[in-house]
């Protein structure tokens, strides 16, 4: 009876802590060298005024205008940009926009234990979503805007799309996006032989159960 409730009670333990791991692939911006580019973040880029040809953003260099006034690159994050040139002038007469797209998989995970917490800075402004859902927006380079989601993640496949306005001004217009996650969670779905192990040690406990009832 003892070695029953035990299985039961093992099994029961492997299910309900299926501990929280941080989410895979929630990468930083600007993870590699100076210069080159962010693969793990693609760029779709609609300029007002100029046709950008790559779908990956580059990495910027830490002294090289704009940083200061952007804020300062460091090891934890750099700012990510639409070319090679970081102070290049976009958007003269309108508006430009920048949508920059990172994809996490949540499978082998329970989706709707997923969640995560981060900063974010932009030139000019940015609105974040999570699967096509708005979860945060912005503004500002020389400060940090909050963003997280509890909800809205999916089994799979996931898209953080971070949407970059850039203001228009004729000269002196550059844009960029500098990201930092602060944390994230999400816990594993058990295994299947986890639950059979767990059945039938709860079948056993009631079949024993019952026999003892009868005995007396």
């Known amino acids: 009876m003892k070695r029953i409730v035990l299985a039961a009670a093992l099994a029961f333990a492997a299910i309900s802590s299926a501990h929280a791991v941080r989410i895979n692939n929630l990468y930083n911006t600007g993870i590699g060298a100076n210069g080159s580019g962010d693969t793990h973040y693609s760029l779709n880029a609609a300029s007002s005024d100029t046709v950008i040809g790559n779908t990956v953003p580059v990495i910027t260099f830490d002294n090289v205008w704009p940083i200061s006034p952007w804020l300062a690159n460091d090891g934890t994050s750099k700012w990510i940009t639409p070319t090679a040139s970081q102070g290049q002038s976009f958007d003269a007469f309108s508006a430009g926009t920048y949508t920059y797209t990172l994809s996490?998989?949540?499978?082998?995970?329970?989706?709707?234990?997923?969640?995560?917490?981060?900063?974010?800075?932009?030139?000019?402004?940015?609105?974040?979503?999570?699967?096509?859902?708005?979860?945060?927006?912005?503004?500002?380079?020389?400060?940090?805007?909050?963003f997280a989601a509890s909800s809205g993640f999916q089994a799979g496949v996931n898209t953080l799309q971070f949407v970059v306005g850039n203001w228009a001004q004729n000269g002196g217009n550059p844009t960029g996006l500098r990201v930092e996650f602060l944390s994230s969670d999400v816990a594993a779905v058990p295994e299947p032989s986890s639950y059979a192990m767990l059945l039938a040690g709860l079948v056993l406990v009631g079949v024993v159960g019952s026999r003892r009832q009868q005995v007396r």
């Open 104 to 146: 996490f998989d949540l499978s082998g995970y329970n989706a709707a234990t997923a969640a995560f917490t981060g900063r974010f800075a932009a030139d000019n402004d940015a609105v974040i979503k999570l699967n096509n859902q708005v979860i945060a927006s912005g503004s500002g380079f020389t400060a940090w805007n909050g």
